[in-house]
């Protein structure tokens, strides 16, 4: 599930910050924010993922310090939200 789940992260976050890049060129350990990251998503982008987080699985993502270190990459992000969707059954 890992796997599927990181594939379509990917592709949400390509969607939601509307980036023209193939969501498989994106490394499951790149950083995603900052000047340094390949895609250098900033606050705004951060809000449009957590949204879009939110309406497709229904994690809300609301203390802004966990929301960074949640979506650092897509690994860390894929394993949250793996971790939390387990809890929900």
Request: net charge negative.
């Given at each position: ?17 509307d980036k023209d890049c193939d969501p498989d060129s994106i490394r499951d ?61």
């Amino acid at each position: 599930m890992t796997a599927d789940l990181r594939h379509e992260l990917k592709a949400l976050i390509v969607e939601a910050c509307d980036k023209d890049c193939d969501p498989d060129s994106i490394r499951d350990d790149e950083l995603l924010f900052g000047s340094e990251a390949p895609l250098q998503l900033d606050s705004l982008d951060a809000l449009q993922v957590s949204m879009a987080i939110k309406k497709k699985y229904g994690l809300r993502l609301p203390d802004s310090k966990e929301t960074r270190r949640v979506m650092a990459n897509v690994g860390t992000l894929a394993d949250h939200l793996a971790a939390w969707l387990t809890t929900r059954g």
